[in-house]
């Protein structure tokens, strides 16, 4: 049975009051082309039928569907669904309101199954776990896993001893006040004057055993520097 995230109560409210830069759809073809780099030299021509998770508004959705037939754009807020009908390509998108880490999609059924800025902010690890499991199943044989992961290294984040404790306080103080903005959500009170998320830095070697445990060939990480150093892992479907 499909777990639900905590972490969708603060995202469809960021989504009701348009919070971040989900609509920067010329930042989304610049992080597009090189994303396609990356997927070209890992053997994988864009193109078929593409399944985003974490679509937003479009600032990526618009630019995948330049390349593919159909992309399917899933989100947890209704919000960002709506506005996906207002960028360029929209004819080429079909919208996927989620309530849960579950794809509404085939078997077998997709080409690149794509999530980028969105699994550090699920707060439930085995949220995670079920999403990746869901993009694994939607994939034809052959067919690649792109996520942007934050890592070690990458995403500004130093292993060094006094960055860890530094990070492990700010989250430690992190984790009540988002308590508390999730109850107040949840009652209605939307415009608060903080925004705060969860965020999570994950662990390559156990990504890469989930892959690999799913069934997964060929899992690599991968690092793009644009607007800094960001990482991302790469997998394809057996086809075996």
Known sequence: MSRVSASNIEWREYGKLDYGVSHDLAHGIAEWRELREMLCSYGITP???????????????????????????????????????????????????????????????????????????????????????????????????????????AHGISGKLHAVAIRRFKETIKRPVLAVTRILMARGWASLPWKIDHYTVFEFGEVHAYLKQLGSRDVELRLLSRDGIHSYVLARKSTA
């Open 47 to 153: 193109g078929g039928t593409c399944v985003e998770i974490g679509c937003g508004a479009g600032r990526l959705t618009n630019a995948l569907a330049g390349d593919f037939e159909t992309v399917h754009a899933c989100d947890v807020s209704p919000d960002r669904i709506l506005q996906l009908r207002g960028i360029a390509n929209s004819g080429k998108v079909t919208g996927h309101l989620l309530t849960g880490p579950t794809l509404p999609l085939d078997n077998h059924s997709a080409d690149l199954c794509i999530s980028t800025h969105v699994f550090q902010h699920i707060a439930d690890a085995g949220v995670v776990h079920e999403y990746i499991a869901e993009m694994y199943r939607v994939l034809r044989p052959g067919g690649c896993i792109l996520i942007h992961m934050p890592f070690v290294g």
